[in-house]
């Protein structure tokens, strides 16, 4: 705690001076642009790897960057969902997962999670991922971390559109789907391609306007997403 007050501290004397006129503005509204679905990882700190500052991002997280299906009975992350979408009019929505995911390695081996039932549970949103990398490999190994990974965001991206506000802004136009996976080692972002069904390094997409817009276009239509 004592580093936490230190932090404070330090923020308010050297930092907050700073950045006040930016701090002034925020005070009195928010207009992000994007909502950002990650996970609750300490390692994962979404403006870091985006180089972004507060008001830029709507940030979601939960354990394993899991969207739930849209139902009557709302939780945090779908009312979150609502009032980015709906209220704040966010443009964008990424779900970002990241390597060494202990909510994928707990869905890949539930029989650990049985003194954690609310975590099971939770991480049942995650078995349609399961299901399918499993098919593929007649069984699943250590080994398909990172291909569960991938799925489990294409997953919470088909997920994102049973929500109405976000199929709605999606059909008009007004949002678009991203998904991400972060590798912690190696400070590397992959994007998914919903179009082609494949990753591709963040640098191929930052350099190429063409498959920026591709994806971007791609993604919400597909049947991967």
């Known amino acids: 705690m004592k580093k936490l007050l230190e932090g404070v501290c330090k923020?308010?004397?050297?930092?907050?001076?700073?950045?006040?006129?930016?701090?002034?503005?925020?005070?009195?509204?928010?207009?992000?642009?994007?909502?950002?679905?990650?996970?609750?990882?300490?390692?994962?700190?979404?403006n870091l790897i985006t180089q972004t500052v507060p008001g830029e991002l709507f940030i979601c997280r939960n354990a394993g960057n899991i969207v739930p299906p849209h139902e009557r009975n709302a939780g945090g992350t779908t009312a979150s969902i609502e009032f980015a979408v709906a209220a704040l009019g966010v443009k964008h929505i990424v779900v970002c997962g990241h390597t060494d995911c202990g909510a994928v390695k707990g869905a890949m081996n539930p029989e650990s999670l049985k003194s954690l039932p609310h975590v099971s549970d939770w991480l049942a949103h995650t078995q349609a991922a399961v299901a399918a990398v499993q098919a593929r490999h007649d069984g699943l190994k250590p080994e398909h971390l990172a291909e569960l990974t991938q799925e489990n965001v294409v997953l919470q991206l088909r997920h994102l559109m049973t929500h109405p506000s976000v199929a709605a802004a999606v059909a008009t136009g007004k949002a678009q789907l991203h998904g991400w996976v972060y590798d912690i080692g190696k400070g590397d972002i992959q994007c998914y391609d919903g179009r082609d069904d494949v990753w591709r390094a963040v640098e191929d997409v930052y350099n190429d306007p063409e498959l920026i817009e591709r994806i971007e276009k791609g993604m919400p239509r597909h049947q991967h997403a």
């Open 11 to 46: 923020f308010k004397q050297e930092v907050f001076p700073e950045k006040k006129a930016l701090f002034l503005e925020l005070a009195v509204g928010q207009d992000p642009r994007i909502l950002f679905i990650t996970c609750a990882d300490s390692r994962i700190d979404p």
